[in-house]
């Protein structure tokens, strides 16, 4: 079975998760052709991303081809271009976007459904609820497989309106939630007919994490917070608590991993509030760093507004570190206040430094308790293997069911009968094996 992923930007440096989806989708046996609308901006650092880039196609990279696929699919089969022009157009009424942006949609949606043709691809899983599902729904309205999509959040349910999650969820073949909070914000903008197809398949963790020897929790009251620099993380609240925190712990340090557009505005404040021998900007890192950081803490902090369920959480309990998050989304179901971690109020930095304060003057025995139960929730929940299963019989279940255009009584539409002529877009030109490990 052949399956394409689909993505906004990939790979990309908080975009971990998703290939550890694929390899383990690959170890389940399918084949797996990445595709991504755009590049990256950041400049990539993990070594396995790198990689990734390589193997990945870009829809966008090949404009002329882009074009050239749309207007000839327009004149070749114009009934069925004009009801995906018409599902674009509502998608622009909706979502306020604007109609030239949705016809870059189309016309990107036409390129993928004859590569889904030429290269015998059976399902097409789009990541997240925005452009990605848009284009994925639009391609199959063209002629391409069934579709479906995971739903991450926040911005999905900050916007379920103007993305137009219930149309989204109706076309599609199934939704996946990662949490029981993110299913929940799914069945709320879906029509009740449809609550049938939104699945919940976790994020997860792989067997190197899982299986990582432990390091000792280190006797320093060191904190390390890992997320992309932006508002829905909470840095600016972890600074004013650690301004709070330091005035009791004057020995407590800071390490803030990522980067992102707040990185600025963050060391404004870390300078105005004379908090830089307390804490560390370290940038983007790849994934092996990112552990050394999560390793040499005591704790792992992440204060967020709003999210979906933070794999870095994930990967701290599989590191046998105890979190201190908050109450929002998902995190809830993984973080269990005095069982694994503490959960406080979003936005409090007074209960935040409280709470960092308590975590840090724990002893020993009390942190190996909760790393030791923070690893054995997600081994039991959030195995990569395990989860990837769950979603590869999805993907089967659907191939063996009857095609939609069937079922709506119009034949399927072939795109294989016509080519584009070779450009840049090597990759897609030289067929399958291009796109292949």
């Known amino acids: 079975m052949i399956i394409a992923y689909l993505v906004n930007q990939y790979p990309s440096v908080s975009h971990t998760f998703i290939r550890r989806e694929i390899e383990a989708m690959e170890q389940q046996g399918m084949t797996v052709r990445r595709f991504t609308i755009r590049r990256a901006r950041a400049e990539l650092v993990d070594p396995a991303d790198i990689r990734e880039a390589s193997i990945t196609t870009c829809l966008l990279e090949a404009k002329r081809r882009l074009l050239l696929t749309f207007a ?35 016309a990107e949606a036409a390129r993928m459904a004859w590569i889904c043709q030429r290269q015998g691809i ?19 309205l063209l002629g391409g497989p069934r579709w479906s999509f995971t739903i991450h959040g926040p911005d999905e349910f900050d916007h379920p309106t103007e993305l137009s999650l ?28 449809d609550w049938h197809k939104v699945r919940i398949v976790r994020c997860g963790v792989d067997a190197a994490l899982l299986d990582a020897p432990p390091v000792p929790i280190p006797r ?16 600016l609240i972890l600074l004013d ?65 709003a999210e979906g369920l933070p794999v870095v959480l994930m990967e701290a309990f599989a590191l046998g570190r105890p979190v201190i998050s908050t109450y929002v989304a998902g995190i809830p179901e993984l973080v269990e206040p005095g069982r694994n971690g503490w959960l406080v109020p ?8 409280a709470t960092m304060a308590e975590a840090l003057s ?15 929730a997600v081994k039991q929940r959030h195995d990569v293997s395990i989860e990837t299963r769950k979603l590869a019989h999805l993907f089967r279940s659907v191939a063996a069911e009857p095609a939609m255009g069937t079922q709506r009584g119009h034949a399927h539409v072939s795109l294989a009968h016509f080519d584009v002529p070779a450009d840049a877009e090597g990759a897609v030109a030289a067929g399958p094996s291009a796109l292949s490990h």
């Open 72 to 106: 000839v699919l327009a004149a070749l089969h114009p009934i069925r271009f004009a009801r995906a022009l018409l599902a674009a157009m509502r998608l622009s009424r909706a979502g306020g976007a604007g109609r030239v942006r949705h016809l870059i949609y189309l």
């Open 166 to 193: 219930m149309l989204k969820m109706s076309r599609s073949a199934f939704a996946v939630a990662i949490s029981e909070f993110g299913r929940s914000q799914l069945l709320r903008w879906a029509n009740p007919d």
């Open 346 to 353: 979003a936005g409090s930095a007074e209960k935040l430094a």
């Open 241 to 305: 608590a650690m301004d709070r925190l330091r005035k009791d712990l004057p020995d407590v340090s800071l390490t803030l991993a990522g980067d992102g557009p707040l990185r600025p505005m963050l060391e404004q404040r870390v300078a105005d509030l004379g908090l830089a021998a307390h804490v560390r900007f370290a940038g983007s890192c790849d994934g092996a760093r990112v552990r050394q950081l999560i390793q040499t803490a005591r704790v792992m902090v992440l204060p967020s507004f």
């Open 220 to 235: 320093s009251r060191s904190l390390v917070c890992v997320g992309r620099l932006c508002d829905q993380k909470g840095h």
């Open 122 to 140: 059976t399902h097409l899983h789009a990541h997240f609820g925005t452009n990605p599902a848009a284009v994925a729904m639009l391609c199959e």
């Open 362 to 376: 724990c002893d020993e025995h009390q942190l190996k308790r909760m790393a030791f139960h923070g690893n054995a």
